[in-house]
């Protein structure tokens, strides 16, 4: 078993519904990385849900990429 990341840019992440409820790893243009699961996403905003203190709320603006490993069979 193997894993791969995907990388999403800006561009792709406003009003993606494929990463909605997803386990990802948010890098903001500060180069600060925050963990956790997606709850919402529109075209200005993603809301990130950690194990630690709750509900956080980035604007697509301060948001440099996204990215989520996938399990991949080889």
């Known amino acids: ?3 791969r990341q995907i990388i999403y840019t ?3 992440i406003a009003g993606s519904r494929e ?3 997803k386990e990802i790893n948010l890098v903001t ?3 600060r990385v925050w963990h ?3 709850t919402a996403i529109d ?3 993603v809301e ?3 194990a630690r203190s709750g509900k ?3 604007p697509i603006a301060e948001i440099d990429k996204i990215y989520r490993e996938v399990v991949t069979d080889y």
Do not use: A, C, S, V
Request: a positive charge; zero cysteines; hydrophobic letters at 25%.
């Open 36 to 38: 956790g699961y997606i």
């Open 19 to 21: 990463l909605l409820d």
């Open 29 to 31: 243009r500060e180069q």
């Open 56 to 58: 956080h709320t980035f």
């Open 10 to 12: 800006t561009k792709q």
């Open 48 to 50: 990130l849900k950690d």
């Open 1 to 3: 078993m193997g894993k």
């Open 43 to 45: 075209q200005d905003k």
